[in-house]
């Protein structure tokens, strides 16, 4: 149970992390990584938060992911919903400052591509399952036989049409987000000697099966 409890805290602090990094790229203003294009496009249409426009999204990927054979975990659930929160709890707490410079505002964006890779390490090392948007993607690629790589770029690439058609900016932090994002990614693990392909993530029976065995011994 204790350690049931440290992972928790590492998944609930990685999702905080990673909605900080998410409202500290959009604050800067050149515009937004893909999957932002698409929520704030969605909230303005919509007239809701990006918030709710990101909860939303998750939970009707995580149910095509759901559908298309892909078991979710309770990080994936807590994925869809929390960082949704804590972005609208962030955003209004208005610390993060809105740039008005293209320098300013493309070194924030590679800060909060660095504070998702950070979020990413705490996030992924809890073992509590992929997030929706990535789970659709290993789905297609077993679906479609086409690469990781190939089914990401399609995702985020139909997410930029959309977000932009829908009125999500789109500028040269889009660009900056779908090039650079792999790097900060590589580097943080490499500092931080995490390896992401041995992690075993847990689905939610799993989850819940280690939870009730102690009690039934």
Not at 76 to 99: E, Y
Not at 124 to 142: C, E, H, I, Q, Y
Request: charged share 10%; hydrophobic share 55%.
């Amino acid at each position: 149970m204790k350690n049931f409890t440290m992972r928790l805290i590492r998944l609930l602090f990685g999702l905080f992390l990673y909605s900080l990094g998410i409202v500290t790229t959009i604050n800067a203003n050149i515009g937004y990584a893909p999957w932002d294009v698409f929520h704030v496009g969605l909230a303005n249409t919509a007239s809701i938060t990006i918030g709710m426009a990101s909860i939303a999204t998750g939970v009707v990927i995580g149910i095509i992911a759901l559908l298309l054979g892909e078991k979710l975990g309770l990080g994936t659930v807590l994925n869809m919903v929390l960082i949704g929160v804590f972005m609208d709890i962030i955003i209004s707490w208005k610390v993060i400052p809105k740039q008005e410079s293209l320098l300013l505002g493309s070194l924030m964006m590679v800060g909060g591509l660095f504070i998702i890779s950070l979020a990413s390490y705490f996030y992924m090392g809890a073992r509590f399952g992929a997030g929706p948007r990535d789970s659709l993607m290993v789905a297609l690629t077993k679906k479609t036989g086409l690469s990781v790589g190939l089914c990401r770029g399609a995702l985020e690439i139909l997410a930029v049409i959309t977000g932009w058609w829908l009125g999500g900016k789109v500028g040269i932090g889009t660009v900056m987000s779908a090039m650079i994002i792999g790097l900060c990614v590589q580097t943080t693990f490499t500092i931080l000697k995490f390896d992401a392909s041995k992690i075993q993530h847990e689905t939610i029976d799993q989850t819940f099966k280690s939870l009730i065995k102690p009690k039934l011994n």
